[in-house]
């Protein structure tokens, strides 16, 4: 993700036309093979990347093509976690980069994201991603979600610090980077080891065995 951010900003979403496709079987093959790592990262790759080749292909340049790329993003990420209003208000964002969404981003990344879940529906069927809360259903049942939110919320600021942090810390060490890669992997499984022994919960094994490869 932070690969089509750095292509938005810098470089009016120009990509090379060989991305989408590496990322595909690259991740295919991840992922196929049972290797730890997400989709999310992936896919907004592949969404962005593809935009681009369009953009290519019909020559837009320039802010237009920012937009269409930041819509392939939305597109992605709408599909894959089924929920194309949210895949389009990141990708507006994504444009701004402060958080407030660029009102012309708004309406192609609703377009496309919209378009990207019903081909998904289609082929894979519609239903939401997660299920309803037994007791939460309705709009009462959103409001009692509030401090959830909130506290994931602040949660993920301090989750993308640290994981600048960490990498701001190791960057400076004065070591070559196959060291420095292993001593990154040693503190990751001590950490995932640490909880599981904490916890003794299976979910815990689950969620480090997906999320810390990524």
């Known amino acids: 993700t932070n690969e089509v951010v750095r292509a938005v900003h810098e ?9 989408p496709f ?37 020559r837009i340049e320039g802010r237009g093509r920012a937009v269409l790329v930041a819509a392939g993003l939305g597109a992605g990420l709408g599909a894959l976690f089924r929920a194309p209003i949210a895949g ?15 009102r012309d981003v708004v309406l192609p990344a609703l377009a496309a994201a919209g378009s990207a879940w019903a081909v998904f529906a289609a082929i894979f069927g519609g239903a939401p991603l997660y299920g309803p809360v037994p007791g939460l259903e309705g709009g009462l049942g959103l409001l009692a979600l509030l401090p959830l939110a909130l506290f994931c919320g602040g949660l993920g600021r301090l989750w993308t610090g640290a994981v600048h942090a960490f990498g701001s ?15 990154g992997a040693l503190c990751g499984g001590l950490a995932a080891a640490g909880v599981v022994a904490l916890t003794g919960d299976a979910a815990a094994r689950s969620l480090f065995s997906s999320g810390m490869g990524a």
């Not at 992922?31 to 369009?54: C, D, E, H, K």
């Open 11 to 19: 470089s009016d979403g120009a990509m090379l036309a060989l991305v």
């Open 22 to 58: 590496a990322k595909l079987l690259g991740t295919t093959l991840l992922l196929g093979f049972g290797g730890s790592g997400g989709r999310g990262g992936p896919v907004t790759q592949i969404g962005a990347g593809l935009a681009a080749l369009v953009a290519r292909g019909f």
């Open 169 to 183: 810390l190791f960057r400076r060490l004065p070591w070559r980077f196959e060291a420095r890669t292993a001593l």
């Open 88 to 102: 389009a208000f990141f990708a507006a964002e994504v444009l701004r980069g402060n958080g407030r969404p660029e």
